[in-house]
């Protein structure tokens, strides 16, 4: 089915299969020798897998995810949904690299596809019942379990029994989501190390039009100066950082004589407008944001006050992050 299902996790995304992803869909699913004795042969010919895709695009209820690394923009497996009737649907053809830490998450996404884009009020999977390691994997999440079915699917003319596991919308949203939204959580703070090394939080932005009458509001809750008040041309800003023992720190900035930086949060009385974080690998962090949609506001700039770059940048909810290069 050529559908335009995108769906977005902490560290992953489902996105439609495309014809292009012909080859890649070989290579993941020759990659693992183990792995394939559990599931059927494909040709490794290219213009076989495109007319597959193709005869795919033209069936109804048959809906085929590439699985992508949101940091890396890489695909990383392949995730279905299909055999759909009376609201309930298969998922399956589901592969993931081995060096991948997708699993979870992309299992949660086909969960949150199937009840919130495509309307099912259930969906299982049939696993066979030989490969252990899967089938724990569905028991360690709290999926149910209907049963074995014998003799279900004949793989190398061999017959094998599958473990059949699912999941309603409701027992989904009551028993499963937090649980695996908290280990797609833990994976996505691995994979944030392993590209940009440590990321530490610095400071929120506070928008005033006045930074010593916001500061002596601050007082009230143990805030002194940090340093003294610095002012930045470029940016069009005065600024202050102030700190308390059990608080976080502030940036009070104010607009410099006739400039207008900070004129649309002072209007909508909007004061703390964005967050700040020290970040080790900072040209890495740049190049990869592109890929969790996130706009840049404008090039890096020197900092007056840190003397390291500094980059703005805009998530796709409207909200401003500031990245420091440590």
């Not at 995304?13 to 559990?38: C, G, H, Y």
């Not at 009020?121 to 724990?136: G, L, P």
């Not at 094998?160 to 596991?165: P, Q, S």
């Not at 400039?259 to 080790?280: G, M, P, Q, S, V």
């Amino acid at each position: 089915m050529n559908h335009n299902i995108v769906i977005d996790g902490a560290a992953y995304r489902l996105r439609p299969v495309k014809l292009s992803d012909a080859q890649f869909i070989i290579d993941i699913r020759l990659d693992d020798i183990e792995r394939n004795r559990f599931i059927n042969k494909i040709s490794p010919d290219k213009a076989q897998q495109e007319e597959w895709i193709r005869e795919y695009f033209l069936r109804d209820n048959d809906y085929y995810f590439v699985i992508e690394n949101l940091l890396s923009g890489e695909p990383e497996g392949l995730i279905s949904v299909y055999n759909i009737q009376d609201g309930k649907g298969e998922w399956g053809r589901w592969v993931i690299k081995k060096s991948s830490l997708a699993a979870i998450e992309s299992v949660d996404l086909i969960f949150k596809a199937s009840f919130e884009y495509i309307g099912l009020s259930e969906v299982y999977c049939r696993t066979i019942e030989d490969n252990h390691s899967v089938v724990a994997f569905h028991d360690s999440l709290n999926e149910l379990r209907r049963g074995v079915i014998e003799k279900y699917v004949e793989i190398n003319e061999a017959q094998f029994n599958v473990v059949e596991h699912y999941v309603t919308k409701e027992y989904y949203y009551n028993n499963i989501q937090d649980v695996i939204e908290d280990k797609s959580l833990f994976i996505y703070k691995r994979n944030l190390r392993k590209f940009f090394g440590e990321i530490e939080f610095h400071h929120i932005g506070v928008a005033t039009t006045n930074i010593e009458k916001e500061f002596s509001s601050y007082r009230t809750f143990g805030y002194r100066r940090e340093d003294k008040i610095f002012k930045d041309e470029v940016q069009g800003i005065r600024g202050q950082f102030i700190i308390s023992d059990h608080s976080p720190r502030l940036e009070l900035l104010e607009n410099l004589p006739g400039r207008n930086t900070l004129d649309k949060w002072n209007e909508a009385n909007i004061k703390n407008y964005h967050f700040a974080y020290k970040i080790k690998k900072f040209d890495s962090m740049l190049e990869t944001i592109k890929h969790k949609r996130i706009r840049i506001l404008a090039k890096p700039e020197i900092s007056v006050y840190f003397k390291k770059r500094i980059c703005f940048v805009v998530l796709p909810n409207k909200f401003i992050i500031e990245f420091i290069e440590e």
